[in-house]
């Protein structure tokens, strides 16, 4: 697993930004169900530079690209220049694996995959299963997972992945969730400085304890899912993103933020995609 250090701030408190699922494509003006992903990503870019958060690091949590293409990262790679931030990532269900760490990587936006600080440590993993649209955590990256926390016991441990560990409520996503979850867990359960577990995905909110480990997702820069819906169904909230504060005792402080209501309105009618 490819390591980096995060940077050591006077106050210890390591703070993050997450983005997900752009869903990119390699044409400027096209939408995903009446949403351009580009307009709306430039759109969350802009309001994040206006806030007075600071950050140290993004996280983009997969789903960058829609259609594959290399031009659709090297337009991510060129857009999330701007932040001027170190920028990590984790590939999604639609992720081209390969294409994405090439292009990104000449973009300078390198696959390191467990991050170092002073009291935490954030570990990112690939829980895609190519061509489907739900995931799975390999024997090798449960491994890799584990190293990683054994290598850093006195460390708090934040888990960044794709795909929702417990189900959300939606019926219709929660059939796409991480279908090895008990392996996941079992893991966990082992290492008690693991104090939470970030994903993409669902493009909703959510926010919940299970047996000790705080679960979050976050908000979509493009289309947002209904959430408790059986079937497919968008949301008419704004894109957003995730804000996050690592203190050192172990607390983490969190909060979403979406575009102002209105500036985006998806196709209410579309049935999937
Ligand atoms: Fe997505």
Not at 151 to 176: A, M, N, R
Not at 214 to 237: A, E, G, H
């Amino acid at each position: 697993m490819e390591t980096c250090t995060l940077s050591k701030p006077d106050d210890g408190i390591v703070r993050l930004l997450q983005i997900s699922d752009t869903h990119l494509f390699a044409e400027t003006n096209r939408d995903l169900l009446g949403i351009a992903t580009a307009d709306s990503f430039q759109a969350v870019l802009d309001a994040i530079t206006e806030l007075p958060q600071t950050y140290d690091v993004v996280l983009a949590t997969g789903d960058l690209s829609q259609d594959h293409s290399a031009a659709s990262y090297q337009r991510f790679a060129r857009m999330v220049t701007t932040l001027q931030k170190p920028v990590h990532w984790l590939p999604g269900n639609h992720d081209h694996r390969v294409l994405m760490q090439n292009e990104l990587q000449v973009s300078g936006i390198r696959p390191e995959m467990q991050l170092v600080g002073d009291h935490w440590q954030v570990i990112l993993l690939d829980s895609q299963v190519y061509g489907t649209p739900h995931g799975w955590l390999s024997h090798l990256q449960l491994e890799q997972l584990e190293a990683a926390l054994l290598q850093y016991p006195e460390k708090h441990v934040l888990i960044c992945l794709h795909h929702h560990t417990f189900p959300i409520g939606s019926i219709w996503l929660d059939q796409h969730d991480l279908k090895n979850a008990s392996d996941f867990l079992a893991v966990l359960a082992r290492y008690p400085r693991v104090k939470a577990v970030l994903c993409g995905h669902v493009h909703q909110e959510y926010d919940q304890y299970h047996q000790g480990i705080r679960f979050l997702t976050s908000p979509s820069t493009c289309i947002q899912f209904q959430p408790l819906s059986v079937d497919f169904s968008l949301d008419t909230m704004s894109p957003g993103w995730r804000y996050l504060q690592l203190y050192p005792d172990g607390r983490i402080a969190t909060q979403v933020w979406r575009l102002e209501p209105g500036q985006f309105a998806p196709d209410l009618q579309s049935t999937g995609y």
